[in-house]
Nanobody, 127 residues
C-alpha cells in the first residue's frame, strides 16, 4: 500500500495561483503513476491531470487549458499540481491518487484507474 497526504490548498482570489503537493509513503514512489482529481459540491469527481511513471503527462484540457501543470519529484516522493489563473469554477476538494500496476508510459484518467487516494485538500477561489 501507499499512503498519500495532500497539502497546499487554501483560499485565493480569482487570477491567483496555488501549488498543491501530495506526499507519498509506504512503497516505491517511482513505481506509481500519479493523478490529481477534484470534486465540487454536488458533482462527480473529475480528472484534472496525471503523470506517468516515466514523466509523461495528461490533462483535462477542457477544464485546465494550460493553466495547471503536474510534476513529480521521485527523490522526495512527491507529486505537485501548479495551478495558475485560478477561476471560481476551480473551487473543489482536490485529491491525489496513485496507480501501481501500469507501464512506465501509461496514465489513467478515470477514478477507477487508481488504487490509492489521499484525503483531499480544499481549494476555494473567490471572485
Amino acid at each position: 500500500q501507499v499512503q498519500l497526504v495532500e497539502s497546499g490548498g487554501g483560499l485565493v482570489q480569482a487570477g491567483g495561483s496555488l501549488r498543491l503537493s501530495c506526499a507519498a509513503s509506504g512503497r516505491t514512489f517511482s513505481n506509481y503513476a500519479m493523478g490529481w482529481f477534484r470534486q465540487a459540491p454536488g458533482k462527480d469527481r473529475e480528472f484534472v491531470a496525471a503523470i506517468s511513471r516515466g514523466g509523461g503527462t495528461r490533462y483535462n484540457v477542457d477544464s485546465v487549458k494550460g493553466r495547471f501543470t503536474i510534476s513529480r519529484d521521485n527523490a522526495k516522493n512527491t507529486v505537485f499540481l501548479e495551478m495558475n489563473s485560478l477561476k471560481p469554477e476551480d473551487t473543489a476538494v482536490y485529491y491525489c491518487a496513485a496507480d501501481p500496476a501500469r507501464a512506465t508510459w501509461y496514465v489513467a484518467t478515470t477514478t477507477s484507474g487508481y488504487d490509492f487516494w489521499g484525503q483531499g485538500t480544499q481549494v476555494t477561489v473567490s471572485s
